[in-house]
T-cell receptor
Framework: NAGVMQNPRHLVRRRGQEARLRCSPMKGHSHVYWYRQLPEEGLKFMVYLQKENIIDESGMPKERFSAEFPKEGPSILRIQQVVRGDSAAYFC????????????FGPGTRLTVL | KQEVTQIPAALSVPEGENLVLNCSFTDSAIYNLQWFRQDPGKGLTSLLLIQSSQREQTSGRLNASLDKSSGRSTLYIAASQPGDSATYLCAVSPESNYKLTFGKGTLLTVNP
């Protein structure tokens, strides 16, 4: 049973470009969460999605960031007009149901903004 | 606002030693607590999950305890090995929702 998959693993963008990060949850999981780990910081919650629905995006910056989890295909975290401060590791997690079995994390995408 | 603190920030021990990592949280209204391992440049591997109604969980050489009322959890690693070297993260899930709040981790180095 494949775990949570994320791609790309490393992404380099220049300031002003767009970054698209993809996450495929574990088989059978319909809950997806995105977290960001800034250098020297702990992981911070960004957004929680179920298929075709954004449940909670309270941790996501209001500008330039968006997320989706379509009926078919992976969840996408999109960052428009990236700035150096967006450089971080972005982790996706999935769960079968929220809470009971915990969240299972992918390997992360390391975004570097030049 | 929930805050999670992990002490120590870094720990270096000789191989074979038993050790304890500490995690404290400010809001005791939690649903569960997870311990993760993070290797450099890698993702998070879930080690143990303790529900709020439980006191401890064990997996192999790992034992995690939870004292919800005092806002504390410990991760005990027996007979440490160099392969245990990693950053260990503690995260709590509040009763009201799913947002994990993480500590900054303990960087463990086990020397051969």
């Amino acid at each position: 049973n494949a775990g949570v998959m994320q791609n790309p693993r490393h992404l380099v963008r220049r300031r002003g470009q767009e970054a698209r990060l993809r996450c495929s949850p574990m088989k059978g999981h319909s809950h997806v969460y995105w977290y960001r780990q800034l250098p020297e910081e702990g992981l911070k919650f960004m957004v929680y999605l179920q298929k075709e629905n954004i449940i909670d995006e309270s941790g996501m910056p209001k500008e330039r960031f968006s997320a989706e989890f379509p009926k078919e295909g992976p969840s996408i975290l999109r960052i428009q007009q990236v700035v150096r401060g967006d450089s971080a590791a972005y982790f996706c997690a999935s769960s079968l149901r929220w809470g009971q079995e915990g969240q299972f994390f992918g390997p992360g995408t390391r975004l570097t903004v030049l | 606002k929930q805050e999670v603190t992990q002490i120590p920030a870094a720990l270096s021990v000789p191989e074979g030693e038993n050790l304890v990592l500490n995690c404290s949280f400010t809001d005791s209204a939690i649903y569960n607590l997870q311990w993760f391992r993070q290797d450099p440049g890698k993702g998070l591997t879930s080690l143990l999950l303790i529900q709020s109604s439980q006191r401890e969980q064990t997996s192999g050489r790992l034992n995690a305890s939870l004292d919800k009322s005092s806002g504390r959890s410990t991760l005990y690693i027996a007979a440490s090995q160099p392969g245990d070297s990693a950053t260990y993260l503690c995260a709590v899930s509040p009763e009201s929702n799913y947002k994990l709040t993480f500590g900054k981790g303990t960087l463990l180095t086990v020397n051969p």
